[in-house]
C-alpha cells in the first residue's frame, strides 16, 4: 500500500475516533408524572435531531396523554417504567404514586449512568411534596443525586445567557441562612465553583465575586456581622488559589457587575438572592446545573407548572433546550479537560 493510501486511511480512522468520541447519550427523566415533564419533553426533544442520542425514563402511556403533543419521540430510546396507575390519573395534582414514579425514573438514571448507558442526566421538574408523601426525604435533586453518588461536596449554580450564579445554601428557610453559613462551607463553593468554570466551562481564569449577605455587604460591620467574620477571611484565603476574586458586594453589585462581563460567576449566599435576578433577566432560558457530581447534570430553572402541564402548546420547553444543550456542551467539555 502506498504511502497516500496509508495517509487517507489514517485520516479516516482519526474522523471516525473523533465522531465516537463526541457522541453524547443524554438521560432525561420525565420528572413528576402530573406535573410539565411530559410536555416540555414533547416539545423540546425535535429541537435536538443530530446534537446526541438521547434515553427518555418514564412512563409512556402518561407521555401520550399530553393534550396536542406532537412527537412521536422517533430516534429516541424511551424507556417505559409504566409506574403511574392509569385510574383517575389527572395532570396537576399532588399525589403519593407521582412522587414515588418520580423517584423511580431518577433511580433508574442512576443505574445507567453507572452502567455507563448515557454520559449525562437533565432532570425534568419534581414535587418535593409529592415526593416527601411517599415516604422518601427529598429536598431536591441537587442533594439527592449528591447522596445517590456518595458526593460529599457539592454545589448548586444557576444561570442563563447573562449570568451564573453558585449557591451557598439552598432549599432552607431564609432564617437558617446565617446559622448554616460558615467559612468551611463558603470555602468549599468558592472552590467547587472555580474548578469546575475551569474545567466544564473551559474558562483559563475565572472572575469570581462574592456576595454580601446584608444589604450593603454590611458597611464593614454596621449591618450584620458575618461579612467580616466569615465572607473576608475566606476571601483572604481564596485570593491565594483564585487570581480574580472580590468581595464582599452588595448583591445588587455583585449581579450586575457580573451582567456587564466584568466577573464570571457570582458566590451568592441563598436562594432567592440569586433566583430573582435570573428570573428577571432571562426565564427562558435559566438552567441549574450540579457541580461536583461524577457527571453533569442540568435541569429547567422552573418548577412543575401544573396549572399548565397538560397541554404541550402551552407548556414552553424553552429552559429544558437549554439544559439539554449545557448538558451535551459541558459533557464534551469534560472529555477536552
Known amino acids: 500500500?502506498?504511502?497516500?493510501?496509508?495517509?487517507?486511511?489514517?485520516?479516516?480512522?482519526?474522523?471516525?475516533?473523533?465522531?465516537?468520541?463526541?457522541?453524547?447519550?443524554?438521560?432525561?427523566?420525565?420528572?413528576?408524572?402530573?406535573?410539565?415533564?411530559?410536555?416540555?419533553?414533547?416539545?423540546?426533544?425535535?429541537?435536538?435531531?443530530?446534537?446526541?442520542?438521547?434515553?427518555?425514563?418514564?412512563?409512556r402511556w402518561v407521555f401520550n396523554q399530553v393534550s396536542g403533543v406532537r412527537c412521536?419521540?422517533?430516534?429516541?430510546?424511551?424507556?417505559?417504567?409504566?409506574?403511574?396507575?392509569?385510574?383517575?390519573?389527572?395532570f396537576g395534582e399532588i399525589r403519593t404514586e407521582y412522587g414515588r414514579a418520580a423517584i423511580e425514573y431518577l433511580d433508574k438514571a442512576m443505574d445507567l449512568i453507572k452502567k455507563k448507558e448515557i454520559d449525562c442526566l437533565v432532570t425534568c421538574p419534581?414535587?418535593?411534596?409529592?415526593?416527601?408523601?411517599?415516604?422518601?426525604?427529598?429536598?431536591?435533586?441537587?442533594?439527592?443525586?449528591?447522596?445517590?453518588?456518595?458526593?460529599?461536596?457539592?454545589?448548586?449554580?444557576?444561570?442563563?445567557?447573562?449570568?451564573?450564579?453558585?449557591?451557598?445554601?439552598?432549599?432552607?428557610?431564609?432564617?437558617?441562612?446565617?446559622?448554616?453559613?460558615?467559612?468551611?462551607r463558603l470555602y468549599k463553593t468558592i472552590f467547587i465553583t472555580y474548578q469546575s468554570l475551569k474545567k466544564i466551562f473551559l474558562i483559563k481564569h475565572p472572575r469570581i465575586v462574592v456576595a454580601g449577605l446584608n444589604p450593603h455587604a454590611s458597611d464593614n460591620g454596621l449591618i450584620g456581622c458575618e461579612e467580616n467574620k466569615?465572607?473576608?477571611?475566606?476571601?483572604?484565603?481564596?485570593?491565594?488559589?483564585?487570581?480574580?476574586?472580590?468581595?464582599?458586594?452588595?448583591?445588587?453589585?455583585?449581579?450586575?457587575?457580573?451582567?456587564?462581563?466584568?466577573?464570571?460567576?457570582?458566590?451568592?449566599?441563598?436562594?432567592?438572592?440569586?433566583?430573582?435576578?435570573?428570573?428577571?433577566?432571562?426565564?427562558?432560558?435559566?438552567?441549574n446545573i450540579t457541580l461536583g457530581l461524577p457527571f453533569i447534570r442540568t435541569s429547567p430553572l422552573h418548577g412543575t407548572a401544573f396549572d399548565i402541564a397538560a397541554t404541550e402548546t402551552s407548556a414552553n420547553p424553552s429552559s429544558l433546550i437549554e439544559a439539554t444543550k449545557l448538558a451535551i456542551r459541558c459533557t464534551l467539555n469534560l472529555k477536552k479537560a
Open 1 to 59: 500500500m502506498n504511502l497516500g493510501r496509508r495517509l487517507t486511511l489514517r485520516s479516516r480512522q482519526i474522523k471516525t475516533m473523533s465522531k465516537l468520541e463526541n457522541k453524547i447519550t443524554v438521560g432525561i427523566t420525565m420528572g413528576d408524572p402530573s406535573g410539565i415533564g411530559p410536555a416540555i419533553i414533547a416539545g423540546a426533544l425535535p429541537k435536538f435531531k443530530g446534537l446526541a442520542e438521547f434515553v427518555v425514563i418514564g412512563d
Open 72 to 90: 412521536q419521540v422517533s430516534g429516541v430510546n424511551f424507556i417505559d417504567l409504566s409506574n403511574v396507575p392509569r385510574k383517575n390519573f389527572s
Open 126 to 184: 419534581v414535587s418535593k411534596e409529592a415526593v416527601n408523601l411517599a415516604g422518601i426525604k427529598f429536598s431536591g435533586h441537587t442533594e439527592y443525586l449528591a447522596n445517590k453518588t456518595n458526593t460529599k461536596d457539592f454545589v448548586m449554580m444557576l444561570l442563563n445567557k447573562q449570568l451564573k450564579i453558585s449557591l451557598v445554601t439552598r432549599h432552607i428557610p431564609l432564617v437558617e441562612v446565617s446559622k448554616q453559613l460558615s467559612q468551611n
Open 230 to 287: 466569615i465572607i473576608k477571611p475566606v476571601l483572604n484565603k481564596a485570593k491565594s488559589l483564585i487570581r480574580y476574586i472580590d468581595g464582599p458586594l452588595s448583591a445588587d453589585v455583585a449581579i450586575s457587575k457580573a451582567r456587564q462581563k466584568e466577573y464570571d460567576c457570582v458566590i451568592a449566599m441563598y436562594h432567592d438572592q440569586a433566583l430573582i435576578a435570573l428570573k428577571l433577566l432571562g426565564i427562558l432560558t435559566g438552567v
